[in-house]
């Protein structure tokens, strides 16, 4: 078992020193950003549970570690943001302080790595259980974070890549950051990522753009109600012209925004109810 | 018990609008902050978990509420930054999900107001124990932020308010914001926050600025060891004139910054041995 000073100073050490507008990272009170008057800055936390979000009999700690941040990276894939730093706290059993970190802190590294974000700070402390935290902060020119209350009547809905994928078998999700930010260049306003379910996630666009949605696509019920798909849920006017595909998945056309029975999501002109995975009243194991 | 979306939805009526340099709060994939050049932000995280750092036997839903802020606003008075916003991510059983959870909002949104930071998003899960996450901005002038590393050989030693305070007997700690900011103001350039007992976090404060501490003045067990204490541990040159107080609290005289004995605190010539919290290695409970 390791002392939290040693503990950290092991992080420090693999982490990477601060770069770039991350002008101080771990090692002080608070992390230091210096911001670019021309960019809006973005940020999204998420929790990653044991035995309500992973066992450690299915993924391995650099499975944790990649989930952990992945999940955080698609909220700001959906933004259509570049990532800039993340702050990981860790609540870990004692017998894990060693060893086990390492692995997690280094499948999480080889993520932020691939997108170039810093691992700017956080949080240590020991626990019963494997609980985890990662915030992310990224970057969009001024005024152009997509937002999930931008869809307009008339506009097309697409989906990135494939939905109603069996996350026990994807135990490294790829946040769909390249196709947030070419998405971004491309001109659509209206995003989210798909991380409860299609049906449940759509609902949600749909209340905060005040509009209605039309599915006209045929989906497996996997693709209606299934969560954890990572893949990003858009919508453009049918006159903005789209590639086949966004970053390295293709985009695929699911149907319409309408203005009519706002907030709520049609399949085939009948109301679908959404099943999605409410993170609160239901389990994922 | 109540749906994650009703719960969210009653968070997000509690937490009032976005306003100011945040242009958007809860509701979307991530919250949205449009930065100013002449400044640079601050970010920490701080856990805080049931029966490890509180158990509700002895703190109401209010009290965590209030805690779990103040941990991480005190990172933040310790680089002399003005709060901005703060994300929080709370797992809780599910039968709290309703009243016990707007009870623990109430108690950490009036600190936040008190501060003038918006409660800007976060995640919420169900879990098995009361877990949460707070993650707070701030902002500095540009290039002004306190640092660990500031400290210069020479400078007096000073502390603000009582150390070795019960913190039993303290469940709403509050965090010296305002001593930070008046202490940057006055050209102090060195500081952190005591949450791990003077001895220890002295001597962190040694080693990021490559420089001794020598302790002269006379302090008890509780005052030398003590954790919790949410009070700010800063160095100034003798030249700097500060005045009796900060904020609302005294300012301590308690030693001087050398350049022998490197990384090492001494009380009355004797090397002091760092007894502080470890939050890794020990318990608080």
Redesign the interface.
Known sequence: ?????Q?IQKIRKVSGAASGSL??GI???????????R?????????L?E???FTREIYSPGDIGHKALARSLS??A??G?EPV?C???L?VP?DL?GAWVTRFYRGLLALAKKYKLTL??????????I?M?V????RVP?GK?L???AAKSGDSIYVTGKLGKDWRRNRRPEPRIAAGIQLRRLGVRAA??LSDGLSLDLQ?LCV?SQVGAEITANLSQEALHGGEDYELLFTAPPALKLPARAGDVPIVPIGKITSRHKGRVLLHGQPLKPKGY????T?VL
């Open positions: 078992m390791m002392r939290e000073t503990l002008i101080l090692g002080d009170d608070a992390a230091i950003l210096r911001p670019d008057a960019e809006d800055l973005v940020f999204t936390s998420d929790l549970l035995d309500r979000h909220d700001l959906a933004m943001a730093f702050l990981v706290s609540g004692a302080a700017a700070g956080g949080d240590l402390a020991r626990f019963e259980k609980i935290d915030t992310c902060c990224g001024r974070a937002l999930r209350s989210m990522d949600r905060e409410d993170h609160f009243s389990g």
